[in-house]
């Protein structure tokens, strides 16, 4: 396999990376200055992740091979996400989710 080949295996690594630059981000925001700060690395992140996505769309479907791979792959990314929702949850009960913050990770507003 060529090392710069697309594959299913290697966009959801792609994936939880994005996803883990994200948490060490959300991480820091503590205050609404770390939002703010923040804002730039996110909205980068987003529209790595919009690509991400347009690359993903255009692979085959995968094989039962690269199922199982991907597989091993899921607690990392379950985890990863559990600590973004946490961070959110954090942000939302501090009230330091502003539209722009709200935008840039496209969380719905809550209906409280």
Do not use: Y
């Amino acid at each position: 396999m060529a090392q710069d080949e697309v594959t299913h295996f290697s966009v959801a690594q792609e994936i939880i990376d994005l996803l883990s630059q994200t948490e060490i981000i959300l991480n820091t925001c503590q205050n609404e200055e770390s939002v703010k700060a923040a804002l730039p690395q996110l909205s980068e992140l987003a529209a790595q992740a919009k690509l991400l996505k347009e690359k993903q769309a255009t692979l085959p479907d995968s094989s039962l091979n690269e199922d199982i791979s991907l597989a091993r792959q899921v607690q990392d990314f379950q985890t990863i996400w559990n600590a973004i929702r946490a961070h959110i949850e954090r942000l939302e009960n501090s009230g330091l989710i502003s539209d722009e913050l709200r935008d840039v990770l496209k969380i719905a507003p809550t209906t409280k």
